[in-house]
């Protein structure tokens, strides 16, 4: 009896423990239902967005596959990483984050259809820098208008410096989904070598089955940053300077008259090839994985000039001119190969791979072995690319074009320059090269003038990542054989209409270059050097003195001026014939009286130089900064 009464009560234990179970199932399965009731009408509302979702999976995993196998043929993990990382951020989401794309699609700007150039305004690229820590290019765009398109993605690619459009077989670096703001990260190299560093970028969007650009192209701009050198830059250099004469480098002449700055021509054809003598090697410089060829002896010659400068605590301007060589035709611009002996330099070639390469090359080669970092061979601290550009038929020849087409040759060709440089020493300033000749609206002038070459140069540069590029003017006198900068003259005006700008109105320039659209990324007026004017003694050495007095004393007074260097130290024979003995001495080497005026006149012994104020009609120095 006893264990039949332990079986019906563990049987009716059971029994209870069963009901419980069957009772919160019941309750389980109707809260479920209940739930799925309430949920119908937030499914309802979230499945466009879902639907949404999984079109934009769809899309990025096709992306991320195409960067897989480029990252893979570049061998480049941080790139396999990158895609991984992309298809996280799709894979990996929810309602609540489903729900923030609504939002973000509620709020974004309107869809536009454009076409040509106005679809390539919707979309600004507003940096393309390097980002330091990570050492990748961030690239950030906005637009106030999404363009329509096949799909819902922004896509980015990279161009080469001398691709006017989008190649129809380049595939996207990067997808991105459409709104008002985006970025792009993409490593620094992935092009594997240092030419990633001369691309440009642009935003595209697919439209019709292909790719069609939305922005402007763009340069990475920051390269001072990461750069390989940056030495930085001597604060409170004098500005007084000279073109100097090769032949007196090793006396003390320099020495005596105080120059401060030097400016020296570099013809690049020169510098280029195997040396010849027997003496000196060839140089061997590789470059984004190919070799370039420098002439040993020749670059001897530069190491022996910039060397004794640097040496002497002279700040080096090197100008780099476009001599015409039949060894070299890949240098010449193709507009220029027609006109080879009709000008002694001519436009520089950035249109197709190999120029843009070499030009890139000789930069950097340039700026490495002048980096200061070997001190027997001195530094370059500032680079002048061409000579007096608007001055197309003497000094940039190439066949007439219009303002924009001409200025655009140009820009490109600066930018491959000022890249390569600025890639190697953070701390180089380099400038674009521009004479008097500043607003003469000439009728069927065959050349520029000189504001409407810097406006249209400021105006691309900016268009395509603002960097900081330098004004050398050349400020000679009108006309070149007159020294008296004083006197009035009807081409010489105090107003931005003046037809030639001289040191008697140089302020013109300066007050210019004030204006918000011509600040550099920082909010900073660009840095201005005269690297070239002269005064002649032909007319008497006293005036010429009285001139190089009075020029200075303007130079000196204006902020924005970092330097003055004047032509020359010795008479040039054949500028002579001419009617212009520049120099401070004779071609003998005997001395001007100009030579002692120009050693003392940035000091305080003013009875070397007082004599000018009579000259020039006034009593006190600072009258020539109120004039």
């Known amino acids: 009896m006893g264990k039949e009464r332990e079986r019906r009560k563990k049987q009716r234990e059971r029994e209870k423990t069963g009901h419980k179970k069957k009772s919160v199932l019941s309750r389980v399965f109707a809260i479920l239902f209940l739930l799925l009731l309430l949920a119908v009408g937030g499914l309802g509302f979230a ?8 079109q934009e999976a769809v899309e990025t995993v096709r992306l991320a596959e195409e960067e897989r196998k480029r990252a893979e043929k570049q061998a480049l993990a941080e790139a396999e990483k990158a895609a991984r990382d992309e298809r996280d951020k799709v894979y990996h989401f929810g309602m609540e984050s489903g729900m923030g794309v609504f939002e973000a699609i509620q709020g974004r700007p309107p869809m536009v259809e454009r076409e040509g150039e106005e679809a390539r305004e919707l979309v600004t690229i507003d940096s393309c820098r390097i980002d330091v820590p990570t050492r990748k290019i961030a690239i950030a765009a906005s637009s106030k208008e999404i363009p329509a398109s096949d799909d819902k993605f922004y896509y980015l690619f990279s161009m080469k410096p001398y691709e006017k459009s989008l190649p129809e077989d380049r595939e996207p670096m990067k997808g991105q989904r459409k709104s008002g703001q985006v970025e792009f990260y993409v490593p620094r190299h992935f092009a594997g ?10 935003v595209a969007v697919k439209k019709d089955g292909k790719y069609v650009p939305v922005s402007a192209p763009h340069y990475v701009t920051n390269l001072d940053e990461t750069a390989k050198y940056k030495p930085g830059r001597g604060s409170g250099i004098a500005k007084k300077g000279l073109l100097v004469d090769p032949n007196k480098l090793r006396t003390a002449e320099l020495d005596d008259l105080g120059v401060k700055q030097a400016a020296y021509n570099i013809p690049v054809s020169r510098i280029l090839g195997h040396s010849t003598d027997g003496i000196h090697d060839t140089i061997y410089y590789k470059y984004n994985g190919k070799s370039y060829a420098f002439n040993g002896q020749v670059m001897s010659e530069y190491d022996l000039v910039f060397g004794t400068l640097t040496a002497k605590g002279i700040e080096v301007t090197a100008i780099l001119l476009n001599d015409a060589s039949y060894s070299y035709p890949q240098l010449l611009h193709p507009l220029s190969r027609g006109g080879i002996g009709s000008a002694p330099y001519y436009a520089f070639n950035a249109t197709d791979q190999e120029g843009c390469e070499y030009l890139a090359a000789i930069g950097s080669f340039l700026a490495e072995r002048y980096s200061g970092k070997s001190g027997s061979r001195g530094r370059v601290s500032n680079w002048v690319i061409g000579n007096e550009i608007n001055a197309r038929k003497e000094w940039n020849y190439m066949e007439y074009v219009g303002l924009e087409a001409y200025v655009e040759e140009y820009a490109r060709a600066f930018r491959m ?3 390569a440089i600025q890639n190697v020493n953070g701390s180089s300033r380099i400038y674009i090269s521009l004479d008097q000749q500043w607003d003469r609206n000439i009728s069927g002038n065959r050349n520029y003038d000189t504001k409407d070459i810097l406006d249209e140069f400021n105006r691309q540069v900016k ?3 603002n960097i900081d590029w330098g004004l050398a003017l050349h400020p000679y006198n009108v006309p070149l054989t007159t020294p008296y900068i004083w006197k009035q003259s009807k081409y010489v005006k105090h107003s931005l209409d003046t037809p030639m700008v001289t040191m008697a109105n140089i302020d013109v320039v300066t007050d210019y270059l004030e204006r918000e659209e011509f600040l550099t990324q920082d909010g900073e007026v660009r840095s201005v ?3 070239e004017l002269g005064y002649t003694s032909s007319m008497g050495e006293t005036v010429q003195a009285a001139a190089l007095v009075y020029a200075y004393k303007k130079a000196a007074a204006n902020e924005h001026i970092d330097a003055i260097l004047f032509s020359r130290q010795t008479d040039a024979v054949e500028e002579i014939a001419q009617g212009l003995a520049l120099g ?4 003998d080497g005997s001395r001007k009286y100009a030579y002692n005026v120009y050693k003392y006149m940035d000091t305080e012994e ?3 130089y007082s004599f000018a104020k009579e000259m020039i009609g006034i009593s006190d120095w600072t009258e020539l900064t109120r004039q």
């Open 529 to 531: 050097s005269l690297s």
């Open 417 to 419: 320059f000022y890249n």
């Open 584 to 587: 401070v001495n004779h071609a």
């Open 463 to 465: 268009r395509e990542g």
């Open 193 to 202: 070598t240092e030419s990633s560093v001369l691309h440009k970028f642009v």
């Open 47 to 54: 499945a466009k967005v879902m639907s949404d979702r999984r």
């Open 606 to 608: 003013e009875s070397y």
